[in-house]
């Protein structure tokens, strides 16, 4: 098979793949966008010709070649830039040559726009993993009966190093500030978890590519990347950048790997330092991950009972259903996988860690 082909044929099995993924997580548009694309997108524009061709891989564990294209379409739609793919999109339901005659002359006539948003990978920055993350936080906080200082790799906007200031509501438990505008509801399995309080004493993070959330121009593009037809999450988010908003940014633009060198060149004595991500650490080439745990195994092997350390990963582990919850800490090492949960944060199977004998 020739190599154009082969890459065309790649190209069209990620959007296979995004397909599947967005019926399960509960976005049909999406889903039925990205059937589309696989089976009808074409060469006879600039920006089918750059799909096609895509450099790289395509796939949505790698560039997340569908989602690029489909957040800049969605981004049009929320800027009001097309008036004909609007009409295409929820609330609005049309049949499928409706909707793609639509995408189709978008390619065309928002070429440049779509092309260069294509250059830049998704950024979602899912507040509903707060919810995820929460638990493991409070589950920090108890083991160790110190403050916590926060250290977010991939923070995006920094939605999630605000997680202490959203509501949430876990198996008839309340915890966090119910006055919000961002209340995070999963669906719970596993032991009731235990709530209390959690006081934090420093916050940062950092990001390749960080948006501000007092910018509109990146509010517009994070709240692109939110599927069309989850108008809860569009919501949830523009509250939850409201709020990051009014505490200032906290994410600088910085490699991951040179990141963590600097924060993990100290310790925080009297506090425990947790470095955090989610669904971000496989996005980091593999000599970067294997760099990035090397400072963090060695962050652990300095730390000591008056500055503990953790790290907290809720990431892709090739198991389903979802992504693992692990956590580690010292002194000591243990690491555990302390529950599973849906990658937008849905539904939590928690186990917790192991109880002491």
Not at 72 to 80: E, I, K, Q, W, Y
Not at 159 to 187: C, K, T
Not at 299 to 306: D, E, L, R, S
Request: charged share 25%.
């Amino acid at each position: 098979m020739p190599e154009q082909a082969e890459t065309e044929e790649r190209v069209r099995r990620a959007f296979h793949g995004q397909h599947k993924a967005c019926e399960e997580l509960g976005s049909p548009f999406m889903a039925r966008l990205c059937r589309l694309a696989a089976e009808r997108l074409d060469r006879e524009s600039a920006v089918g010709r750059r799909v096609l061709d895509w450099e790289g891989d395509p796939r949505p564990e790698a560039d997340s070649v569908p989602l690029r294209l489909f957040g800049a379409l969605h981004a049009l739609v929320l800027a009001r830039r097309d008036d004909r793919l609007a009409s295409c999109y929820p609330p609005n339901v049309v049949d499928d040559e409706t909707l793609w005659a639509a995408c189709d002359a978008a390619f065309r006539t928002q070429a440049d726009f779509i092309l260069d948003r294509l250059s830049s990978a998704p950024q979602t920055n899912e507040v509903r993993r707060s919810g995820v993350l929460l638990v493991g936080f409070l589950t920090v906080a108890r083991a160790f009966g110190k403050p916590l200082v926060l250290s977010e790799v991939g923070a995006s906007a920094g939605l999630n190093l605000h997680w202490d200031r959203y509501g949430y509501e876990f198996s008839g438990s309340q915890w966090g500030d119910m006055a919000s505008g961002v209340i995070i509801s999963p669906q719970w399995s596993g032991e009731a978890p235990s709530v209390g309080s959690v006081e934090i004493v420093g916050r940062a993070g950092c990001d390749i590519n960080p948006l501000d959330p007092a910018s509109e121009e990146q509010r517009l593009r994070l709240l692109s990347y939110i599927w069309a037809d989850q108008p809860d999450r569009l919501e949830r988010t523009r509250n939850a950048l409201a709020i990051a908003a009014a505490h200032g940014n906290l994410v600088e633009r910085r490699d991951a790997v040179d990141w963590l060198k600097q924060r993990l060149a100290h310790p925080f004595p009297g506090a425990i330092h947790v470095v955090y991500h989610s669904v971000a650490w496989q996005y980091l080439p593999q000599s970067a991950q294997q760099e990035g745990e090397a400072l963090i195994a060695a962050a652990g092997k300095a730390a000591t009972a008056n500055a503990p350390f953790a790290w907290l990963q809720m990431e892709a582990d090739g198991l389903r259903p979802g992504a693992a919850l692990s956590l580690q800490t010292w002194p000591g090492g243990e690491k555990h996988l302390i529950g599973r949960a849906d990658f937008h944060g849905r539904w939590i199977d928690w186990i917790g860690l192991p109880k002491k004998e």
